[in-house]
């Protein structure tokens, strides 16, 4: 898809689906523990395909690209006694970790088996009662395996405790976890490298749940605003949030002076440039904590031609795609030469953007909608732009709605 050189309408206001992350909590806790009546849930499709394998009887279940749902299934599936499951995915589902995931859950009692290459999905699960409540797991390949394993937890007959190996990425998604279990009424501890899941034989306390709209999806809207100095409005948030990624709004008032301004009787937040903002020399930033939004601000700095250096990024190579090999292609597109190693993309230099520039997606959404601000710029073509849908469906839409193609 073609998009027109364009420029950022003042005062635009957007309704963003709500988080990916906190809906596919609430459904696995809510399929667990008793009905959860949720406002807000994201329409991403993500999300839709999680609910709708909550939903089915069938055998075989394949959530295509959705990470979470793969994980959070593995360990759902594993205590769902009597029921054989086939969890089956993309073709880069089948290329995605899952085996510190099923040597924890093996290790606690669980039949799982391999049905295509050892460590990767499809799984076959045999679901029945774990006895075991200890349970040792790698945390530096994926939070998704820690959280998996919490949203069990309560549902063991003497609870569950972790402990965590290596040091803990994307930390702030494991906290998001515990925090929703705490809302919800379940009894959690943790401290150092341990977790503990107290056991929980009630039904949950909590009957609505409103989610708060999707940090990582704003981030578009923050680059839109950092390159086109116009204002925009985001709803539903608040400041306080459980999503990591709500860490945009420090990053983006540090580096590229957006400041964020709730307005709490409308639950939305404004976005404001600050007029003549002295952009810094070099962006130096360790996102191990927030990795989502690691391809927006590459594509924020380039546009607005500030040096970076990004670290922390090891996991971007097991994502949908190796986000750190594609960006590295795609951003020499738009005007940067980059150099990255396992962890790591800084940019070595600016040269001047391609004649027509098409930004590949590799079938992940976060290429598609981290690139397409750079419209502000110059004209480029987004290829395979449906693939937005995985997190954000209307994404073109609101685009269209925030500037003047
Ligand atoms: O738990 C979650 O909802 C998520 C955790 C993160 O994954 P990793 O822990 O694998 O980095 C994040 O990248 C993903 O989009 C969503
Ligand atoms: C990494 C992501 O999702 P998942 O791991 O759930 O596929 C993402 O949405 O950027």
Redesign the pocket.
């Known amino acids: 898809m073609i998009i027109k050189k364009s420029e950022l309408i003042d005062g635009k206001n957007i309704k963003i689906t709500g988080s990916?992350s906190i809906s596919n909590r609430l459904l696995i806790l809510g399929k667990l523990f008793g009905n959860i009546d949720m406002l807000n849930l994201s329409n991403s499709q993500?999300t839709t395909l999680l609910k709708k394998a909550l939903e089915s009887d069938s055998e075989s279940i394949d959530i295509h690209?959705?990470?979470?749902?793969m994980r959070f299934l593995a360990s759902y599936y594993s205590i769902f006694e009597g029921r054989k499951t086939i969890l089956t995915g993309s073709d880069r589902m089948k290329n995605r970790p899952i085996k510190p995931l099923v040597d924890a859950l093996q290790s606690l009692g669980a039949d799982i088996t391999y049905l295509e290459k050892e460590g990767f999905p499809p799984l076959q699960i045999i679901g029945k009662k774990l006895e075991k409540n200890l349970v040792k797991i790698s945390a530096n390949v994926s939070s998704?395996f820690l959280t998996s394993l919490i949203l069990i937890g309560g549902k063991l007959e003497n609870g569950l405790t972790l402990e965590l190996e290596g040091e803990i990425t994307s930390r702030p998604y494991l906290e998001m976890t515990l925090k929703i279990l705490n809302e919800i009424g379940i009894r959690s501890h943790f401290a150092e490298n341990r977790i503990e899941i107290v056991s929980h034989k009630n039904h949950i306390r909590t009957e609505h749940y409103e989610v708060e709209s999707d940090w990582?999806s704003a981030s578009y809207f923050y680059s839109l605003c950092a390159i086109g100095r116009k204002s925009i409005t985001l709803k539903s948030y608040h400041t306080l949030s459980l999503q990591g990624d709500s860490v945009i709004k420090e990053i983006y008032l540090k580096y590229f002076g957006i400041n964020t301004v709730s307005d709490y009787a409308e639950n939305s937040i404004s976005l404001l440039p600050e007029p003549a903002f002295e952009y810094p020399e070099l962006i130096t930033l360790d996102m191990n904590d927030c990795p989502?939004i690691a391809q927006t601000l590459c594509v924020t700095a380039t546009a607005l031609k500030i040096p970076f250096v990004i670290t922390g990024l090891h996991t971007l190579k097991v994502?949908?795609t190796d986000r750190l090999v594609a960006l590295q292609n795609e951003l020499l597109k738009i005007g940067a030469k980059t150099h990255i190693t396992v962890d790591k993309i800084e940019s070595c230099e600016f040269i001047e953007p391609e004649e027509n520039i098409s930004i590949a997606t590799y079938n992940d959404?976060?290429m598609a909608m981290a690139f397409a601000p750079f419209a502000l710029v110059k004209e480029l073509n987004i290829e395979k732009e449906d693939v937005v849908e995985?997190?954000y469906p209307e994404f073109w839409e609101d685009f269209a709605e925030v500037t003047n193609q």
């Open positions: 990916k993500d690209h959705a990470g979470t749902a998704q990582s989502d994502k949908e959404h976060r995985k997190s």
